[in-house]
């Protein structure tokens, strides 16, 4: 008996891991929007360097430090308001479309994902700072 209920048990182990999940099927709005980003966006044309923005008029620029209040206390790009990557589409309504806007965090990571979000939200005028603060600070 106990041969044929571990014969039973790992047959219905087996069949199991053979069904695919019925998630799986399903369409995703999110990922359907993501991917039509993808599909059109370019590989560097959400980047802007330190160098290209000293050649902007600093009244046309709008940077958005996308670290936590803490890491923005400690010490930030002159002029920048500070909205964390994850509040930003919360407070969109802050982010202007008539300026560049230049987000960055420390190397580029999280305001990557904020420049996605944006970009998503259909804001075209959006650039991550290449290298974040880190870079920006060195001479």
């Known amino acids: 008996m106990k041969k044929w209920l571990s ?3 790992t047959f219905n182990a087996l069949t199991v891991s053979f069904v695919a999940p019925s998630h ?12 039509d ?30 670290r936590n209040p803490q890491q923005y206390e400690a010490g930030h790009i002159d002029n920048a ?8 589409l919360s407070r969109k309504d ?19 994902k904020a420049h996605f979000a944006l970009s998503v939200a259909g804001f075209e005028n959006v650039r991550v700072l290449f290298g974040g603060y880190l870079k920006w600070q060195e001479k």
């Not at 059109?40 to 290209?52: C, D, V």
């Not at 802050?94 to 990557?112: A, F, R």
């Open 7 to 9: 014969i039973l048990i």
């Open 24 to 35: 799986a099927e399903e369409e995703n709005p999110a990922i359907e929007v993501m991917q």
């Open 37 to 66: 980003y993808f599909d059109f966006a370019q590989y560097s044309g959400g980047t802007i360097f330190k160098e290209q923005l000293a050649k902007l008029e600093p009244e046309t620029i709008l940077y958005i430090d996308t």
């Open 81 to 88: 308001i500070n909205i964390e990557w994850r509040e930003l």
């Open 94 to 112: 802050e982010v202007p479309t008539d300026k560049t806007v230049v987000v960055y965090c420390d190397t580029g990571l999280l305001s990557s």
